[in-house]
């Protein structure tokens, strides 16, 4: 009696779904099966309850409409979304170029309206099959946002629970960019844990992990990680939230010479992407980037990086004739594990800077000895700022300890004071800050990175470690009488 209410079930969900619960359950024998087949075959073979399986496709429904808020989070960031009339019986608003009615929000009558060529309303949604489209939660995202509605006084439809957390989680994005809510924590600790545990996993498109975990499509969640990850190395990123072009820019801000890479990243099945195709890839940095751009940002289009599970061997091969294709622009592939492992030496020792991490992006296949590499070139960047830094305080110093010293004292006034400041100051650029000028006051300005606060330590405690050393050989050395003692030996008659 049992097996039609069961079929009605499995008639509700994807015919993937089924296929992963008959999988989940040790099923064999059903891949070549339609849709229909496979339905009898789920309904016949799967050793689950009514209740089990209703159970397991309520699940799956709800991570669907999950998925459906997380995906308004485009139009919240974008700022599409626009509400044209809010009153208690009738919501107007547009969403990109579609309207969108909500009638009677929070009461038992409600109903909404999704106009023009929405699909996803046409036919799941008016049907039945579908509570909402994600044009709903955009627009319901947009009211909170902008405090239309309170969330004490008003049941929301068909978002609630993890629905409704996931909406808020937009929201305080949202309000971050805005600058509205200052993020106090970047929960770095938990960030860098995900990417080591599921990057691996969700590169090689673990669906299951996706949806359980991240509540997206394997595809979604790599490109998010994988900008996570650049985020982790310091980087400034700008994220595609399309499903067409490029996945993220990378900007090289603090370079010397400023520089972007543009990302495409490529999760694969099998642990192997095959060879991808370079006119698509050219397109991302041409059309869809560089040829966007004005002037000097133009130029700074140098890279483009392809980030995969893993490469075959002769994909490099394709480097020169990318080169030539977009004139000049330099292509490399970035393994998973490379990406992992460079994000965790630079959390232990977060000393790179973007010029050296620069040096990654010229290179083929990028390789764990390519990470060693730049570490290796950053220590010796850092040996050289401080060597530099170091040398300028010992002449200074040692030219005034010539002149205005004695016993006690090495004299200097303000002015020269501040001389020494500055001087020291300016070997610290361009890497640790940046020097301008105020149109307005036409005072000096001084932006101080602070991302590279570990190269400002190693570098300070070097200038401490001379300035000490400085006054230790004055101490030493100098005997010449300061004013006090000449003068009382003058009084004393001595
Ligand atoms: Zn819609």
Not at 151 to 157: A, G, K, R, S, T
Not at 347 to 370: A, C, F, G, M, V
Not at 444 to 468: A, I, M, P
Request: aromatic share 8%.
């Amino acid at each position: 009696m049992s097996s039609p209410s069961k079929q009605d079930l499995l008639k509700t969900i994807t015919s993937k779904d089924i296929k992963e619960i008959c999988k989940n359950n040790g099923l064999k024998g059903y891949s070549s099966l339609n849709r229909d087949g496979l339905i009898n075959f789920a309904t016949e073979n799967l050793n689950l309850s009514t209740p089990q399986i209703q159970s397991l496709v309520n699940h799956l429904q709800e991570a669907k409409l999950i998925t459906k808020v997380k995906d308004s989070e485009d139009f919240l960031l974008r700022k599409v979304v626009n509400i044209e009339s809010c009153e208690d019986e009738l919501i107007l608003a547009t969403v990109d170029s579609l309207k969108v009615k909500i009638y009677n929000l929070g009461k038992d009558d409600f109903s909404y309206f999704c106009d023009g060529k929405c699909k996803d309303y046409i036919y799941r949604v008016k049907q039945e099959y579908s509570p909402f489209c994600k044009h709903y939660p955009a627009v319901i995202g947009e009211l909170i946002y902008q405090e239309k509605i309170d969330l004490d006084e008003i049941h929301l439809n068909h978002l609630s629970g993890k629905k409704l957390e996931a909406l808020m989680e937009i929201i305080e994005k949202r309000k971050k960019e805005d600058g509205l809510l200052v993020s106090d924590d970047r929960n770095i600790g938990n960030t860098l844990e995900n990417l080591k545990h599921d990057l691996m996993e969700i590169s090689c498109k673990n669906t299951a992990l996706a949806r359980e975990k991240y509540n997206e499509p394997p595809e979604k969640v790599f490109k998010t990680m994988v900008d996570d990850a650049f985020q982790l190395l310091e980087y400034e990123t700008i994220l595609n939230r399309r499903n067409e072009g490029w996945d993220l820019l990378l900007l090289g801000t603090y370079a010397p010479q400023p520089y972007i890479a543009v990302i495409s990243t490529k999760p694969a099945h099998l642990g192997k992407i095959n060879k991808p195709n370079l006119l698509n890839l050219k397109n991302f940095c041409l059309d869809m980037c560089r040829d966007q751009l004005m002037g000097a940002y133009k130029d700074a289009v140098k890279y483009m990086v392809l980030v995969a599970p893993d490469f075959p061997e002769d994909i490099t091969s394709l480097v020169a004739e990318f080169q030539q294709l977009t004139g000049g622009i330099k292509l490399s592939f970035l393994p998973v594990s490379t990406l992992l492992y460079l994000v965790e030496c630079y959390r232990e020792n977060p000393i790179l800077t973007h010029q050296s991490s620069e040096y990654l992006y010229k290179k083929d296949i990028i390789t764990q000895e390519d990470v060693d590499e730049i570490f290796n070139i950053s220590e010796k960047q850092i040996a050289d700022l401080s060597s530099r830094a170091r040398m300028v305080l010992r002449s200074k110093m040692e030219d005034i300890c010539k002149r205005h010293s004695d016993a006690c004292y090495i004299k200097m006034d303000e002015i020269y004071l501040q001389h020494i400041i500055e001087e020291v100051i300016n070997t610290l650029k361009p890497h640790l800050l940046k020097q301008g000028l105020n149109d307005a006051t036409g005072i000096k300005t001084f932006s101080l990175n602070h991302d590279y606060y570990l190269l400002w330590g190693r570098v300070l405690q070097d200038l401490v470690e001379e300035f000490s050393a400085i006054l230790e050989e004055q101490s030493l050395s100098q005997v010449q009488r300061s004013p006090l003692k000449e003068d009382l030996i003058k009084y004393l008659d001595l």
